[in-house]
């Protein structure tokens, strides 16, 4: 497998995979951005665009083709856009996911939500004056309930079944991810304290209680961060009440699913959350966000979000390789970002404005040229 950081000029293979609805308009500009931040001999990026998808199911009836999957596995990441079309479904009635398929081939078991109230973007929340929302959701992405996506059991069409997995190994590693981010964060917004909090309802099953007593077993390899606990149904409101207060989340699957959402609608919705699903050796970036059929087409889907995600993968390609080039790239897309939501000049209709996808994405384009890379 060809990895960019063997090579003697940073030269990065970026497998595009646009997906369905909007996810080809929204493709489109984080590629723009991308394209803006590669500077030729310091920052290179080689884009190789494969299909997937709902779309791609109706013509060949597969959602992930071989050669989609072997373009994945020989890029450095992958670039998502959306997919899933709700008239589009596997004969047992779900619906096409292709992100979940790869989410299991490549073993992607972080996923990685950041949630972030950027400047301008408006809140349903009241917060007091300064205070931020800034923490990030680690959701266990190859286990819990969806382990049995493909695999439950219906009986005589009276009874379904559907199995939630919690592993040892698969805990442990999760755990051991959100404690090693919030060593690199700057603590929660509100106390500046290194926090991870774990979210579950161990008071009811005994998957979440072994949840629970592995988190707690990490923890105590970590006392420089404060460990948390919170039942999920509690947490639903204190994401609401006091969001300044978390740094860094932890959930199972379904529930990392479900938060992450709730909590995407407090910093200006899906059209602002990035997500990683992220592994050992493979790395997957794409907005939170569905494909929003009912908006295809008509140039209003907020690019943003994808945006962001490009700049998590190039976040993530700089850890990992030590690449500091990729590292500066992905602060100055944020930061693109934030000049673009805080003049608020041209935003898209989700965000109370009457800006086209387009129309953001060269915003942030001129941004980024506004504050040229260092020499």
């Given at each position: 497998m060809r990895?960019?950081?063997?090579l003697?000029?940073?030269?990065?293979?970026i497998?595009?995979?646009?997906?369905?609805?909007?996810?080809?308009e929204?493709?489109?500009?984080?590629?723009?951005?991308?394209?803006?931040?590669?500077?030729?001999?310091?920052?290179?990026?080689?884009?190789?665009?494969?299909?997937?998808?709902?779309?791609?199911?109706?013509?060949?009836?597969?959602?992930?083709?071989?050669?989609?999957?072997e373009?994945?596995?020989?890029?450095?990441a992958?670039?998502?856009?959306?997919?899933?079309?709700?008239?589009?479904?596997?004969?047992?009635?779900?619906?096409?996911?292709?992100?979940?398929?790869?989410?299991?081939a490549?073993?992607?078991?972080?996923?990685?939500?950041?949630?972030?109230?950027?400047?301008?973007v408006?809140?349903?929340?009241?917060?007091?004056?300064?205070?931020?929302?800034?923490?990030?959701?680690?959701?266990?992405?190859?286990?819990?309930?969806?382990?049995?996506?493909?695999?439950?059991?219906?009986v005589g069409?009276?009874?379904?079944t559907?199995?939630?997995?919690?592993?040892?190994?698969?805990?442990?590693?999760?755990?051991?991810?959100?404690?090693?981010?919030?060593?690199r964060?700057?603590?929660?917004?509100r106390?500046?304290?290194?926090?991870?909090?774990?979210?579950?309802?161990?008071?009811?099953?005994?998957?979440?209680?072994?949840?629970?007593?592995?988190?707690?077993?990490?923890?105590?390899?970590?006392p420089?961060?404060?460990?948390?606990?919170?039942?999920?149904?509690?947490?639903?409101?204190?994401?609401?009440?006091?969001?300044?207060?978390?740094?860094?989340?932890?959930?199972?699957?379904?529930?990392?699913?479900?938060?992450?959402?709730?909590?995407?609608?407090?910093?200006?919705?899906?059209g602002?959350?990035?997500?990683?699903?992220?592994?050992?050796?493979?790395?997957?970036?794409?907005?939170?966000?569905?494909?929003?059929?009912?908006?295809?087409?008509?140039g209003?889907a907020?690019?943003?979000?994808?945006?962001?995600?490009?700049?998590?993968?190039?976040?993530?390609?700089?850890?990992?390789?030590?690449?500091?080039?990729?590292?500066?790239?992905?602060?100055?897309?944020?930061?693109?970002?934030?000049?673009?939501?805080?003049?608020?000049?041209?935003?898209?209709?989700d965000l109370?404005?009457?800006?086209?996808?387009?129309?953001?994405?060269?915003?942030?384009?001129e941004?980024?040229?506004?504050?040229?890379?260092?020499?």
């Amino acid at each position: 497998m060809r990895r960019a950081a063997d090579l003697s000029v940073p030269h990065y293979r970026i497998a595009v995979v646009p997906g369905d609805g909007i996810g080809p308009e929204v493709i489109a500009e984080a590629v723009k951005a991308l394209q803006a931040v590669a500077r030729p001999g310091r920052l290179q990026l080689a884009f190789e665009q494969v299909e997937a998808g709902a779309a791609c199911y109706r013509r060949t009836g597969e959602e992930l083709p071989r050669e989609t999957l072997e373009v994945c596995q020989a890029a450095d990441a992958i670039l998502f856009g959306a997919a899933g079309l709700p008239d589009v479904r596997f004969p047992d009635g779900t619906e096409i996911a292709p992100q979940l398929t790869l989410r299991i081939a490549l073993d992607l078991y972080v996923g990685l939500r950041p949630i972030r109230l950027h400047p301008g973007v408006p809140t349903p929340l009241r917060l007091d004056d300064g205070e931020r929302i800034d923490y990030v959701i680690l959701r266990e992405n190859t286990e819990g309930l969806y382990a049995s996506r493909g695999a439950g059991v219906l009986v005589g069409g009276h009874v379904a079944t559907d199995t939630l997995v919690v592993t040892r190994p698969g805990v442990l590693r999760i755990c051991r991810q959100a404690f090693e981010l919030a060593r690199r964060r700057r603590g929660a917004p509100r106390d500046g304290v290194r926090r991870v909090t774990l979210v579950d309802k161990a008071n009811v099953l005994k998957s979440y209680a072994f949840f629970r007593s592995l988190f707690d077993e990490v923890a105590s390899d970590y006392p420089d961060v404060q460990a948390e606990h919170a039942y999920v149904d509690a947490m639903s409101m204190y994401l609401v009440q006091r969001p300044g207060h978390y740094d860094v989340v932890v959930a199972e699957n379904m529930f990392g699913d479900i938060l992450s959402d709730l909590a995407a609608a407090t910093v200006g919705g899906l059209g602002m959350a990035p997500s990683g699903d992220i592994g050992e050796h493979y790395g997957l970036f794409q907005p939170s966000h569905g494909t929003a059929p009912d908006i295809a087409g008509k140039g209003i889907a907020n690019p943003l979000a994808t945006i962001l995600s490009a700049g998590l993968m190039l976040e993530w390609l700089g850890r990992r390789d030590g690449n500091a080039e990729a590292a500066r790239a992905a602060a100055r897309i944020e930061a693109a970002v934030g000049d673009v939501t805080r003049a608020g000049r041209v935003l898209t209709p989700d965000l109370g404005g009457p800006g086209t996808t387009d129309a953001v994405g060269d915003a942030v384009v001129e941004a980024l040229a506004a504050t040229p890379a260092p020499a």
